[in-house]
């Protein structure tokens, strides 16, 4: 199957500081990727779509001057987490599909984030 | 909301097959069934997928009743690596995935 890449897998980072996770499609150009975070123990809560060449699309309650997504190009959209404080340490994941209307979503392997 | 049913958590033993139940009672008619599962600290993995027939492949088989408000996943003879949340999804096939609380399946040496 169809692979998407995550970088870094984990980081750690002080409060304050900004960071930024890449997810990549290896093998095949996605117009659209999502971002998901996941906190321990529970499932996976959608945080935006992300189209390329326009503004990403963001699910209600997200703040978006605060998780940044750019997808520049058909292989890579990344995540900025600003001014990041201890309440966004978690997992990050990211997916991708191939085309519009594609039946299967292929999933990074995710970005766990600790912010001291 | 997810728009999904399952039980939080089942237990199998291994080599014995998996029975995953769902509920979709809301299910419309371009709606598929979707089943994902995240193994522990990992990505979402793709299982398999229906629209009303059952369907199986090389991983799990799908059965979907005939009314579609509910359907069953099946692993075939469970292995420990298939210790997982499993999440049943519904949605049009151009709509996001949205994820429920999924089953915590528990294969048992």
């Known amino acids: 199957g169809a692979v998407v890449s995550q970088h870094p897998s984990w980081v750690i980072c002080k409060s304050g500081t900004s960071v930024k996770i890449e997810c990549r499609s290896l093998?095949?150009?996605?117009?659209?990727m999502f971002w998901y975070r996941q906190f321990p123990k529970q499932s996976l809560m959608l945080m935006a779509t992300?189209?390329?060449?326009?503004?990403?699309?963001?699910e209600q309650g997200v703040e978006k001057d605060k998780f940044l997504i750019n997808h520049a190009s058909l292989t890579l959209s990344t995540l900025t987490v600003t001014s990041a404080h201890p309440e966004d340490s978690s997992f990050y994941i990211c997916?991708?599909?191939?085309?519009?209307?594609?039946?299967?979503?292929?999933f990074g392997p995710g970005t766990r984030l600790t912010v001291t | 909301d997810a728009k999904t049913t399952q039980p939080p958590s089942m237990d199998c033993a291994e080599g014995r097959a998996a029975n995953l139940p769902c509920n979709h009672s809301?299910?419309?008619?371009?709606?598929?069934v979707y089943w994902y599962r995240q193994i522990h600290s990992q990505g979402p993995q793709y299982i398999i997928h229906g629209l009303k027939n059952n369907e199986t492949n090389e991983m799990a088989s799908l059965i979907i009743t005939e009314d579609r408000k509910s359907s069953t996943l099946i692993l075939p003879h469970a292995t420990l690596r298939d210790t997982a949340v499993y999440y049943c999804?519904?949605?049009?096939?151009?709509?996001?995935?949205?994820f429920g609380k999924g089953t915590r399946l528990h294969i048992l040496p």
């Open positions: 992300s189209n390329e060449g326009s503004k990403a699309t963001y």
């Open positions: 999804i519904v949605r049009d096939r151009d709509d996001k995935i949205i």
């Open positions: 809301t299910i419309s008619g371009n709606e598929y």
């Open positions: 093998d095949f150009q996605a117009t659209t």
């Open positions: 997916s991708a599909i191939p085309g519009p209307s594609s039946h299967e979503q292929y």
